[in-house]
T-cell receptor
Framework: AQTVTQSQPEMSVQEAETVTLSCTYDTSENNYYLFWYKQPPSRQMILVIRQEAYKQQNATENRFSVNFQKAAKSFSLKISDSQLGDTAMYFCATIQGAQKLVFGQGTRLTINP | KAGVTQTPRYLIKTRGQQVTLSCSPISGHRSVSWYQQTPGQGLQFLFEYFSETQRNKGNFPGRFSGRQFSNSRSEMNVSTLELGDSALYLC??????????????FGPGTRLLVL
């Protein structure tokens, strides 16, 4: 079975700083996808970034980028120039077979003014 | 393009009752997945439907069921509600298998409180 582990329950940084959220996963599949979702206080789950395992190049979306280390099964999220609106729970997830997302426990990120 | 919609947004029920939640996927998406989110258990997969067929089911009792209609809209039903069923129920849609587009997009969720 696939598992996803986020070892940082909470993080807090100042606005405009850079922050990195950690995620490790375990899978026996060869081709898979990895995701970061954010869930602000509204509880709406929003896709931040996705990575296909067969792609060596790390995905980037504006201020968000990942460090994907396939051999180490590591998938960290870097947020540059953090903004107050980035305050949210962040979930790392991988997809298993028939559209089943497996989520980590989440990291609560607070951006302080 | 409109996002995933879920109705109702909030629901209060009492133990023993049953409840039906509805989810309308993004236009063109044919796969719908359901998740339960609680503070204690986190996000857990309930089931996934594609072309009106349940393709995958999570580790939940038979009181949890669902279905998908020909227009890809989906409903989930919980019978004989228990206090522990209080949760945020999230629906997500994607294009479906074989499309190379495995990304799931989520609706706003239905908050269910069982008293």
């Amino acid at each position: 079975a696939q598992t996803v582990t986020q070892s940082q329950p909470e993080m807090s940084v100042q606005e405009a700083e850079t922050v990195t959220l950690s995620c490790t996963y375990d899978t026996s599949e060869n081709n898979y996808y990895l995701f970061w979702y954010k869930q602000p206080p509204s509880r709406q789950m929003i896709l931040v970034i996705r990575q296909e395992a067969y792609k060596q190049q790390n995905a980037t979306e504006n201020r968000f980028s990942v460090n994907f280390q396939k051999a180490a099964k590591s998938f960290s999220l870097k947020i540059s120039d953090s903004q107050l609106g980035d305050t949210a729970m962040y979930f790392c997830a991988t997809i298993q077979g028939a559209q089943k997302l497996v989520f980590g426990q989440g990291t609560r990120l607070t951006i302080n003014p | 393009k409109a996002g995933v919609t879920q109705t109702p947004r909030y629901l209060i029920k009492t133990r023993g009752q049953q409840v039906t939640l509805s989810c309308s996927p993004i236009s063109g998406h044919r796969s719908v997945s359901w998740y339960q989110q609680t503070p204690g258990q986190g996000l857990q997969f309930l089931f996934e439907y594609f072309s009106e067929t349940q393709r995958n089911k999570g580790n939940f009792p038979g009181r949890f069921s669902g279905r998908q209609f020909s227009n890809s809209r989906s409903e989930m039903n919980v019978s004989t509600l228990e206090l522990g069923d209080s949760a945020l129920y999230l629906c997500a849609s994607s294009l479906g298998p074989g499309t190379g587009q495995e990304t799931q997009y989520f609706g706003p969720g239905t908050r269910l409180l069982v008293l």
